[in-house]
């Protein structure tokens, strides 16, 4: 479940501060990922646990860019194109790789145990990633995260859920920096990867200098 471009402008993050669209980013990264600029104030603080049962919180990254993105470890079509991307980027990056961090938030109440996210990492290639969490925790613990970063999720009687589909940008000090909106194409697996690895070494790049004018809000 897909939300559309225009429905980014009403996350919390809006505080009359945006960022520069993208600045120094060529064109086709922007457009294939459909890039849009967030406040960049701090983004949603959560603690939660990952494949391997280690406590990661937001805090804990703090240093390190951080991509997030909802995923399912019961998906078999849209989640396992994003975690081929996860993958490219990483190997893209090559040695910056170490300053990235790939975050998965699990969506899948009823399938929210640490064996859950571990078997999909195993399954999907992520877990020979250093840097990849896939994190999940009580259903109270996961709400409250979904809430936080506007990730609509919906379950079903059969067990399946639908969620809406959006990849965060998170800068060194925490602040929420771009969200991109995945297509989940396979064909574009590859385009997306050095897409994910080429924002991530711009907020690398960009350092502690200043990345943000001041509007009349979005």
Same mark, same amino acid.
């Given at each position: 479940?897909?939300? @559309?471009?225009? +429905? +980014?402008?009403? #996350?919390?993050?809006? /505080?009359?501060?945006?960022?520069?669209?993208?600045?120094?980013?060529? /064109?086709?990264?922007?457009a294939l990922t459909r890039l849009? @600029?967030?406040?960049?104030?701090?983004? @949603?603080?959560?603690? %939660?646990?990952?494949?391997?049962?280690? /406590?990661?919180? $937001? *805090? &804990?990254?703090?240093?390190?860019?951080? !991509?997030?993105?909802?995923?399912?470890?019961?998906?078999?079509?849209?989640?396992?194109?994003?975690?081929?991307?996860?993958?490219?980027?990483?190997?893209? %990056?090559?040695?910056?790789?170490?300053? !990235?961090?790939?975050?998965?938030? =699990?969506? =899948?109440?009823?399938?929210?145990?640490?064996?859950?996210? $571990?078997?999909? &990492?195993?399954?999907?290639?992520?877990?020979?990633?250093? =840097?990849?969490?896939? #994190? /999940?925790?009580?259903?109270?613990? %996961?709400?409250?995260? +979904?809430?936080?970063?506007?990730? !609509?999720?919906?379950?079903?009687? &059969?067990?399946?859920?639908?969620?809406?589909?959006?990849?965060?940008?998170?800068?060194?000090?925490? %602040?929420?920096?771009?969200?991109?909106?995945?297509? =989940?194409?396979?064909? *574009?697996?590859?385009?997306w990867g050095a897409a994910i690895?080429?924002?991530?070494?711009?907020?690398?790049?960009?350092?502690?200098?200043?990345?943000?004018?001041?509007?009349?809000?979005?």
């Amino acid at each position: 479940m897909k939300r @559309p471009a225009s +429905w +980014w402008r009403g #996350l919390r993050f809006s /505080t009359g501060l945006v960022a520069k669209a993208g600045g120094g980013l060529p /064109t086709r990264r922007r457009a294939l990922t459909r890039l849009t @600029p967030l406040a960049g104030i701090a983004a @949603p603080a959560f603690t %939660l646990s990952d494949q391997r049962g280690h /406590t990661v919180s $937001l *805090a &804990s990254l703090r240093g390190r860019i951080v !991509v997030l993105e909802s995923m399912d470890p019961e998906c078999t079509l849209e989640c396992p194109i994003t975690s081929q991307e996860f993958v490219e980027a990483a190997h893209d %990056l090559g040695r910056r790789s170490s300053e !990235v961090v790939f975050v998965g938030v =699990n969506v =899948n109440r009823y399938h929210a145990r640490i064996a859950d996210v $571990l078997r999909f &990492s195993r399954a999907h290639h992520l877990e020979q990633l250093p =840097n990849w969490h896939f #994190l /999940t925790g009580s259903t109270e613990a %996961l709400r409250h995260v +979904w809430r936080a970063y506007r990730i !609509v999720v919906r379950g079903s009687r &059969s067990g399946d859920v639908t969620h809406s589909d959006a990849m965060y940008f998170i800068d060194r000090r925490g %602040l929420a920096r771009w969200v991109a909106a995945p297509e =989940n194409n396979k064909a *574009a697996i590859p385009q997306w990867g050095a897409a994910i690895a080429d924002i991530a070494s711009h907020i690398a790049r960009a350092g502690n200098r200043p990345a943000y004018a001041r509007a009349g809000g979005l």
